[in-house]
Nanobody, 124 residues
């Protein structure tokens, strides 16, 4: 059974940075597509970024140039480096994984495994 555990969330001021981590267990991370989603209160969960089996990445338009997704296969860990944070980035951030390692639409329905989430709060 795949388990995903996020960490690294917190509170920062606008313009600040945070690095989220997602420790994966129960599978070999390099064989999975992994991603980050976020959900703000009263809003639907939205895709932020994902990375495929060979390390190709893609990003939501709202975070391009500010966020970087990466993974360390040796540590089975996924990362999300977030820079130039804005108040609108405030949300619960979730790590997700799916055994279909090729790109599919970046929507929650295309990811089977989920972490519990880590809160990111950006103040103006």
């Amino acid at each position: 059974q795949v388990q995903l555990v996020e960490s690294g969330g917190g509170s920062v001021q606008a313009g600040g940075s945070l690095r989220l981590s997602c420790a994966a267990s129960g599978y070999t991370a390099s064989r999975y597509r992994m991603g980050w989603f976020r959900q703000a209160p009263g809003k639907e969960r939205e895709g932020v970024a994902d990375i495929d089996d060979v390390g190709t990445t893609r990003y939501a338009e709202s975070v391009k140039g500010r966020f970087t997704i990466s993974k360390d296969n040796a540590k089975n860990t996924l990362y999300l480096e977030m820079n130039s944070l804005k108040p609108e980035d405030t949300a619960m951030y979730y790590c997700a994984a799916d055994q279909r390692w090729w790109f599919l639409p970046l929507t929650p329905s295309n990811f089977r495994f989920w972490g519990q989430g880590t809160q990111v709060t950006v103040s103006a």
